[in-house]
């Protein structure tokens, strides 16, 4: 479906950051203002052919966007981390490569997970986070995709590529439907240069990462009370994936949060509702106060 | 503290509906614009004098507003009702007397609970609810004043008139503690026809309205998935008269609602943030559509 916006998302070319004695990372990086560059940071399985033109278009209109893929994924070299911190890691010398030294990011679900440990490695790197449908290290029923909810979707051979995603990102209502079906039309309106899907190896290791970041030792979010960046969290109410109450501990433990939950959503609430999370991501974008809240 | 703001709340006259055979409620109306009028419920002893003008006088500009002193309270003749049904019917009969067929709601705390039972009783009543620091009916641990962490600010012989609350509504960090003095000295500025502070008759009847609202039969949280309502929901995160909770359960069983908590915040998050409040409150109001997301 097309429409009048611009369609930026759809041609930015894919560009790579060959490091010396390192990996090759894909990436695109396009639009532009008066904010600070966005690092984009995908979720399970996903590449830079994931993200919902409709939301960076409009995101793009006010500041660079930097889509990333992580080591292994997509047509960045290298092996999967098999750890969220080992992906946070890639994520960082994939920035100081480009030789941006702070930035803003927005975090979906796995991509949450390593803006988290990115932000705890270095506090500097970035100056505020946005992170949706994720959960915290330590958080409960992470993207286990065995539950027969999910399952049944993911077994059944009938939801070819994308179109699974509509099942497990979004409610089985209508409307939930009805966005899921014109979420999969966006994705598909970019048709060239593209990373294609990902396989076994990306799921298996990124899978991996997930058992591990569900486990904690010590006191349970500790972390999060260190990270004093304004921060604001988005989920959907009926996440399947990272249920809601991942998003409740975070903000319940980060000390500088606005959690927004949107009802009739699931784990791809972000792109449900793209027109208002991206005017409350760019008006959380825009503020220059301490203060998260917008 | 004076600001450039209108300050239409410092001066609105308190007005009176005196209804044949039945009681005579103290309202306040003012401002105006394209919208619905607004009707606001008031908070747990809380009086017409108890809103906060900067938040008034900020919604003031786009709609009429129409504060309320229910049966009892303030200048309002009667009984204080020991129930929220029985606040309920006060409040839609004073309406009725105003002539007003269909409103918005901002309900806070008790204010919220009344505002749910009244779109149970009567939904045409409103067209959109806002829901702040409040629980549904069956919720948990609402407005247990006995509680150490409350009833040491509450006996505080030291913390006289409103200036109790800055301690019952902010937290006790210093940017809260900051934002509650200057909630106490933005009440103070309106100087005349006041209501004054309620008596314990007024809390007494209260209270058991707050212990019958805690108690549920069958289904609990039935009632809340009936209100198709577009509906925005918040709260402090740091909420200890009506926790959190309450709010992550009215955002799981509303089925159009979208749910914004404030960091640092206590149950007065939106005098705390009258400003964002306010933004947020307005963008939401001004939607014509049927979803709750702004």
Redesign the interface.
Known sequence: MMSSRTQISRTAPTQFLELKGGERYAYRRFGGGSGLPLLLLQHFTGTLDNWDPALTDALAGERELVLFDNAGVGRSSGAVPTTVGGMAKHAATFLDGLGIETCDVLGFSLGGMVAQQMVLDRPAIFRRLILVGTAPRGGEDIMHLEKPRLAKHLQDPSNKGYSVLKKIFFTLTPSGQAAGVAFVERLAERNQDLDGVSGPEVANAQMAAFRDWERFTGDRFADLRTISHPTLVVNG?RDEMIP?VNS?RL??N???????????AGHGSLFQ?HD?FARHAAAFLSISSE????
């Open positions: 109410i809601i409740y903000a319940e980060l000390p500088n949060v606005v959690l927004v939950t949107y009802p009739d509702y208002s203060s998260a809240v917008y």
